[in-house]
């Protein structure tokens, strides 16, 4: 089991800046990836970004309505992911997941498509405008 625990949301205006935090623990050996996702009122969990963890090259795919905003880091000794996003629209307001995979499957852009096996449990991104 992965347990993952999200921290950093909260409120900014628009153009302004936030790091998120995807802290994982337990059987943090196993994963292949882990993703952000968000899901806003009334849509569909989208895609944000996602990384390959655990010696599969460090590899990133990042979501084409975010890419050149938003980036990802990472922290091995903390297990640590973050994702960087800056110039914020309203339109980013959402619940931030973050998600880890088990099993290694397709190429970098198919992180997006993948399904995760752990979930955290959501942190809450605001954008004023």
């Known amino acids: 089991q992965v347990q993952l625990n999200e921290s950093g949301g909260g409120l900014v205006q628009a153009g302004g800046s936030l790091r998120l935090s995807c802290a994982a623990s337990?059987?943090?050996?196993?994963?292949?990836?882990i993703g952000w996702f968000r899901q806003a009122p009334g849509k569909e969990r989208e895609f944000v970004a996602a990384?390959?963890?655990?010696?599969?090259?460090?590899?990133?795919h990042v979501a084409d309505s975010v890419k050149g905003r938003f980036s990802l880091s990472r922290d091995d000794a903390k297990n640590t992911l973050y994702l960087q996003m800056n110039s914020l629209k309203p339109e980013d307001t959402a619940v931030y997941y973050c998600?880890?995979?088990?099993?290694?499957?397709?190429?970098?852009?198919?992180?997006?498509?993948?399904?995760?096996?752990?979930w955290g449990q959501g942190t809450q991104v605001t954008v004023s405008s």
């Open positions: 998600a880890a995979r088990r099993f290694p499957a397709g190429t970098l852009p198919d992180l997006g498509k993948l399904r995760y096996d752990y």
């Open positions: 990384i390959k963890w655990n010696g599969w090259n460090g590899g990133t």
């Open positions: 337990g059987a943090t050996t196993t994963m292949y990836a």
